[in-house]
């Protein structure tokens, strides 16, 4: 379901882009309009696909029965595929690292501490994924400290990385700039705010977890794009261009 088992599509000339979606489906009744997202994903020339995490609700979603259909539904995607974790799959479970354990089975090719943690490059982008949960990123929880220890040195290896090229896009699950009631997103955004000053225009930030369609700067230098959310059952195009910044994001219903 990641990346780096998926083959490489062809695209016809014209403009390169991906799809980005989340926070979907969280019903049984959303499980048909996701099959209609990814039938219209399906239809076009897409780079890669990526889902912000958050596969299912709190109530559905800590289940191996409801990850393995998502597996299984996702899978219909012909383009290749990363998910980030998000907190409805481990973070809001009763027993948080057993079911994050559990998500790294089932949907990391190689299981293992920060499987989850991507990145690729593709058209002079550099793409990485992060495991930022909402809404708090589990700020009060010993696992929190070394996974984001993990996340800010892939964050700024990345960033070397796209030194050069046309700017770096980061995929998460969670909105951080939501901090009630705890605000667990602090290192992360003084990340940010410092690659934002390194990289003006450069950065793109793409999340979900507060379901609301949004394309803003929140930090100087860095654009933000969190993509639609149950009960809107939707996906994003997002051009990639050859040169620094990035055209508007295109919804797709």
């Not at 289940?63 to 595929?81: M, N, T, V, Y």
């Not at 002079?124 to 589990?138: A, I, M, R, S």
């Not at 379901?211 to 996906?235: A, C, N, Q």
Request: hydrophobic share 40%; net charge neutral.
């Amino acid at each position: 379901m990641l990346l780096g088992g998926c083959a490489q599509l062809p695209l016809p000339p014209g403009e390169p882009s991906f799809g980005a979606m989340g926070d979907a489906p969280y019903t049984e009744a959303e499980i048909a309009r996701v099959d209609a997202v990814i039938d219209q994903i399906n239809a076009r020339p897409l780079e890669f696909v990526v889902h912000v995490g958050d596969i299912g609700s709190s109530a559905t979603a800590c289940s191996d029965k409801w990850l393995l259909e998502r597996k299984a539904q996702f899978g219909r995607i012909r383009h290749p595929f990363i998910l980030v974790p998000g907190d409805n799959e481990w973070k809001d479970c009763k027993d948080p690292l057993a079911r994050l354990r559990r998500w790294r089975e089932i949907f990391c090719e190689t299981p293992g501490e920060f499987c989850e943690h991507r990145r690729w490059e593709s058209h002079g982008w550099v793409f990485v994924t992060l495991n930022v949960p909402g809404h708090d990123n589990n700020v009060r929880h010993a696992e929190h400290g070394p996974r984001m220890e993990a996340v800010l040195s892939l964050l700024r290896n990345a960033a070397d990385s796209a030194q050069g090229k046309n700017g770096l896009m980061v995929f998460m699950q969670a909105n951080p700039f939501f901090t009630l009631p705890r605000d667990g997103f602090v290192s992360l955004r003084e990340e940010l705010s410092a690659l934002g000053r390194r990289m003006p225009g450069r950065v793109v930030l793409i999340h979900g977890d507060t379901h609301l369609y949004r394309d803003d700067e929140p930090l100087p230098g860095v654009r933000r794009i969190e993509v639609w959310g149950s009960p809107v059952v939707s996906w994003i195009r997002i051009p990639l261009t050859t040169g620094a910044g990035l055209p508007p994001a295109r919804q797709q219903y």
